[in-house]
């Protein structure tokens, strides 16, 4: 079974850019989450899919960002224009409907410049 | 707001001996679910072990095991019969499942393990 992915891995951008992040989460998997961890901090809660729905996006820093999850498959989250302050590492993670445990992707690292 | 709090941003041990890292957490909630997960440089995040309130008995996965003090709201892995392998950065989160179900975590310990 293949496990959560992310692409790119790496992106590099200038600020005022825009950047577009995707998740492919388990097969099956309902629930998508998307985190976020800046430089020497805690992991971030961002946004929570329930298939194509979302379920809570309270974590979302602002409008600058936005995630979509066309047919409750994969997900995307662009951000636009990028600052220098969404540089960081962003997580995607999966889990079954009624799952407690999250399965997470190996992570986009954002920089911008 | 729950809260998670991980003291040791890093730990070293020897390979073969033991090792705890510490966890504690905030919350109003008698119902949760508390995780470790690590993250080795490769950067892949994997659950380690984790943990229903509602349970007495703490949880045990091969050498990794916890201890849960739910009143004291402390969550500690140990890790026994350190091996290189376990060389990593460990992430102790906190959840409420169900339809809350994003995960609240600390800033994370990085455990150097010395041949």
């Known amino acids: 079974e293949a496990g959560v992915t992310q692409f790119p891995s790496h992106s590099v951008i200038e600020k005022g850019q825009t950047v577009t992040l995707r998740c492919d989460p388990i097969s099956g998997h309902d629930n998508l989450y998307w985190y976020r961890r800046v430089m020497g901090k805690e992991i971030k809660f961002l946004l929570h899919f329930v298939k194509e729905s979302k379920q809570d996006e309270s974590g979302m820093p602002n409008n600058r960002f936005l995630a979509e999850r066309t047919g409750g498959t994969y997900s995307t989250l662009k951000v636009q224009p990028a600052e220098l302050e969404d540089s960081g590492v962003y997580f995607c993670?999966?889990?079954?409907?009624?799952?407690?445990?999250?399965?997470f992707g190996p992570g986009t690292r954002l920089t911008v410049t | 707001a729950q809260t998670v709090t991980q003291s040791q941003p890093e730990m070293s041990v020897q390979e073969a001996e033991t090792v705890t890292l510490s966890c504690t957490y905030d919350?109003?909630?008698?119902?949760?679910?508390l995780f470790w997960y690590k993250q080795p440089p490769s950067r892949q995040m994997i659950l380690v072990i984790r943990q229903e309130a509602y349970k007495q008995q703490n949880a045990t996965e091969n050498r990794f095991s916890v201890n849960f003090q739910k009143a004291a709201k402390s969550f500690s892995l140990k890790i026994s019969d350190s091996q290189l392998g376990d060389a990593a950065m460990y992430f102790c989160a906190y959840g409420l499942g169900g339809s809350q179900g994003n995960l609240i975590f600390g800033k994370g310990t990085k455990l150097s393990v010395k041949p």
């Open positions: 919350t109003s909630e008698s119902d949760y679910y």
């Open positions: 993670a999966s889990s079954q409907a009624g799952g407690i445990e999250q399965y």
